[in-house]
């Protein structure tokens, strides 16, 4: 069964602090790791797919990399208009366009 | 083009009554998706089409729920009789299908069951 696991849970960052976030994932036979934002009342938001390791895809203040294990989000120099909660997905090979969430991180950005 | 679109976006109703959730996907996505998000258990998928065929119904927590897709452009989610810890928010997605998995999310509709 696939598996997502986020890191941290939330954060809390001064405007223009920069940080990362993590997605670690098992997948059987990944076909592609996705990247979400989530504002507060509405559906997630499509930021990217990364279909292998040491793919990197930039939109931006935001950067996602992938690894065989893990994904990072990098954020530069954030802003107030960041502050969302950012969730990680996978799909595998195992099931037909089924994609396994995780739980999200909950980023606040002070001005 | 509009987007996922979903109603209603807020629904309360009492317990034992039946809750239909409706969703319309982007014109021309072949898939379609039907997700429950709460605090404590994130975003669990209950069920997706392909082609409007159930393809993996396996989320679906009991007999209770049932989704049907009758056409390219409707899908309905179906709660009998409706239950307290059915509380939640209800997303639809679509995707175009094939080899392009990006899903796009409509607004959700807010379920309460007292």
């Known amino acids: 069964e696939d598996q997502v696991t986020q890191s941290p849970e939330a954060l809390r960052l001064q405007e223009g602090e920069s940080s990362s976030l993590n997605c670690s994932y098992t997948v059987s036979g990944l076909r592609g790791l996705f990247w979400y934002r989530q504002d507060p009342g509405k559906g997630p938001e499509f930021l990217f797919t990364?279909?292998?390791a040491g793919e990197e895809k930039e939109k931006e203040r935001l950067k996602a990399t992938l690894t065989k294990k893990e994904s990072f989000l990098h954020i530069t120099a954030p802003k107030p208009e960041d502050s969302a909660t950012y969730l990680c997905?996978?799909?595998?090979?195992?099931?037909?366009?089924?994609?396994?969430f995780g739980t999200g991180t909950k980023l606040q950005v002070i001005p | 083009d509009a987007g996922v679109i979903q109603s209603p976006r807020h629904e309360v109703t009492e317990m034992g009554q039946e809750v239909t959730l409706r969703c319309k996907p982007i014109?021309?996505?072949?898939?379609l998706f039907w997700y429950r998000q709460t605090m404590m258990r994130g975003l669990e998928l209950l069920i997706y089409?392909?082609?409007?065929?159930?393809?993996?119904d396996s989320g679906m927590p009991e007999d209770r729920f049932s989704a049907k897709m009758p056409n390219a452009s409707f899908s309905t989610l179906k709660i009998q009789p409706s239950e307290p810890r059915d509380s939640a928010v209800y997303f639809c997605?679509?995707?175009?299908?094939?080899?392009?998995?990006?899903?796009?999310f409509g607004p959700g509709t807010r379920l309460t069951v007292t």
């Open positions: 014109s021309g996505h072949n898939s």
């Open positions: 997605a679509s995707s175009l299908g094939g080899s392009n998995y990006e899903q796009y």
């Open positions: 089409f392909n082609n409007n065929v159930p393809i993996d």
């Open positions: 990364l279909y292998s």
């Open positions: 997905a996978v799909q595998g090979a195992g099931g037909y366009q089924k994609v396994t």
